[in-house]
């Protein structure tokens, strides 16, 4: 099983930009698509964005399209999740996933992941 470790969270104010980063270790020799999932207070965790293996694939939620961008550096066994124009609606605990080895291509529902991070704090202000 891979072990995950995101950063890159923080305070910031409305329309900042803020870029979460995700490092795998662990199973770094298989092929696994990851994702993005946050979770706001009183709130269940909710699908942000996944890509593919290849990170050819990429999904998103329809409240984050166009304003974050998925990526990921197998060289480096990292996933990035670059947020701008953010919003206070996007304050939540941001989480890191992966899928299970060989599941290459992006999901959308956190039951498809196997592996989770801790998860980074990102608060928005108004």
């Known amino acids: 099983q891979v072990q995950l470790v995101e950063s890159g969270g923080g305070l910031v104010q409305a329309g900042a930009s803020l870029r979460l980063s995700c490092a795998a270790s662990?199973?770094?020799?298989?092929?696994?698509?990851m994702g993005w999932f946050r979770q706001a207070p009183g709130k269940e965790r909710e699908f942000v964005a996944a890509?593919?293996?290849?990170?050819?694939?990429?999904n998103y939620a329809d409240s984050v399209k166009g304003r974050f961008t998925i990526s990921r550096l197998n060289a480096k066994n990292t996933v990035y999740l670059q947020m701008n124009s953010l919003k206070p609606e996007d304050t939540a605990v941001y989480y890191c996933?992966?899928?299970?080895?060989?599941?290459?291509?992006?999901?959308?529902?956190?039951?498809?992941?196997?592996?989770w991070g801790q998860g980074t704090q990102v608060t928005v202000s108004s």
């Open positions: 662990g199973r770094t020799d298989s092929t696994y698509a």
């Open positions: 890509v593919s293996w290849t990170g050819g694939i990429t």
């Open positions: 996933a992966a899928r299970n080895s060989g599941s290459v291509y992006p999901a959308r529902s956190a039951s498809d992941f196997r592996s």
